[in-house]
């Protein structure tokens, strides 16, 4: 395990020396323009209007166009459309788009029921400096990198502790899923007893990794962004505590519905399985945020949308995999299995992902 840790201390070493570089926004909202109900030109009204319009101003050639938003919109580039009911963040080059569709370049968008809050239209540009800015959700100067950092060293210190003091848990959940054994079904002969310490602290740190995870994709439950440092580190407490919860949560439902299908320890298994796979599938999400941190500061939305997908591959493989696990020492119990998996797994799953899919 010493390489995981090497690769981790690589991040924050190249996180530091990152922060010399930072994404200067000129925003663009300021020029914005709408037609009135004649027809003409008019100053826009915010949240009244369905379209805004602005031509591209000029700038320095290392600038970028980006728009974005967390509500689907259509966009077109001189008066012909390049995004139809698209909600999230895209990049353009203005060069590129003057050789695509002329000089000069207006752009116009549309979002029914009124222009929302959430659309983002900025010229982006690095410079030398310090601090970055998430165009989709700003913060203050030098907020995101310094609360990355913090959370990132607080979960490297966690998964030395995790890994000195519970060696078995952490090895099971540092290993392919392909190494996984099929191991049987008495929870008494293979697994600990899901209130064991050593579970609770596992679910503890696959919380916190999950919540950091959180905050890479601008996702804040129940939260509002948050705009000091303070603000973020207990948004991420408190979205870790609301993960462990969520995990309890689960455990208890399954529990009770393997007690009414007469499934000894399967409620025991399917819960530690289910952590054990994702802490290992989160970490390596969480290395792929560590390098657009790193190289990008968060706006590689290709890396970003690269997690996502990551998590998406991997929540359908744990419910095949899953269902294939328990079907082999209850194979005369199809029906059963299913019924209990669609209430702890097949549904919920299939709502992460739908959640995820939005994500993007």
């Known amino acids: 395990m010493r390489a995981l840790f090497f690769v981790f201390s690589f991040f924050i070493t190249m996180s530091v020396f990152s922060m010399a570089d930072t994404l200067v926004m000129r925003d663009l909202a300021v020029a914005w323009r709408t037609f009135d109900g ?20 000029k700038g320095s ?28 963040l895209v990049t353009y080059t203005p060069d590129s788009l003057v050789v695509t569709f002329g000089s000069p370049i207006r752009v116009t968008i549309y979002q029914k029921g009124g222009i929302g809050k959430t659309l983002v239209t900025q010229m982006a540009e690095i410079r030398t400096g310090k601090g970055a800015v998430d165009p989709l959700h700003p913060r203050l100067e030098g907020f995101e990198h310094n609360a990355y950092l913090i959370i990132l060293t607080i979960l490297v ?29 008495s929870a008494e002969e293979s697994y600990m007893s899901f209130g064991s310490i050593d579970n609770l602290f596992t679910g503890l740190y696959f919380s916190g990794l999950v919540s950091a995870f959180f905050s ?6 129940f939260r509002e962004a948050p705009v000091s440092l303070a603000g973020s580190l207990w948004t991420w407490l408190f979205s870790t505590l609301l993960v462990f919860a969520f995990v309890l949560l689960k455990y ?12 000894k ?14 802490i ?57 299995i299913i019924v209990y998996l669609c209430t ?12 995820l899919v939005k994500l993007q």
């Open 61 to 88: 050639d290392s600038e970028k166009l980006l728009i974005g938003s967390d509500e689907p919109v259509d966009i077109w580039m001189n008066e012909r459309l390049v995004k139809h009911n698209f909600s999230g």
């Open 344 to 355: 702890t797994e097949f549904l919920p799953g299939f709502l992460i992902i739908y959640w």
């Open 216 to 221: 890479y994709s601008g996702v804040y439950p």
């Open 157 to 185: 210190l966690f998964t030395g502790v995790y890994r000195r003091l519970f060696p078995i848990s952490f090895s099971h959940s540092f290993q392919t899923p392909l190494t996984f054994k099929m191991r049987s079904l």
């Open 38 to 57: 004649k027809g003409a030109v008019s100053e826009y009204v915010k949240h009244e209007n369905d379209i805004v319009f602005f031509e591209l101003p």
């Open 252 to 263: 208890g439902w399954s529990r009770l519905l393997s007690l009414i299908f007469d499934f």
């Open 280 to 336: 290992l599938v989160m970490a390596v999400c969480l290395g792929i945020s560590a390098i657009d941190f790193t190289l990008f500061d968060f706006v590689s939305q290709t890396l970003k949308s690269g997690a996502i997908l990551l998590l998406v591959l991997a929540v359908i493989f744990y419910q095949l995999w899953i269902y294939f696990k328990f079907d082999k020492y209850h194979s005369h119990r199809k029906l059963m």
């Open 265 to 278: 320890g399967v409620s025991n298994i399917h819960s530690q399985d289910f952590v054990s796979l994702f």
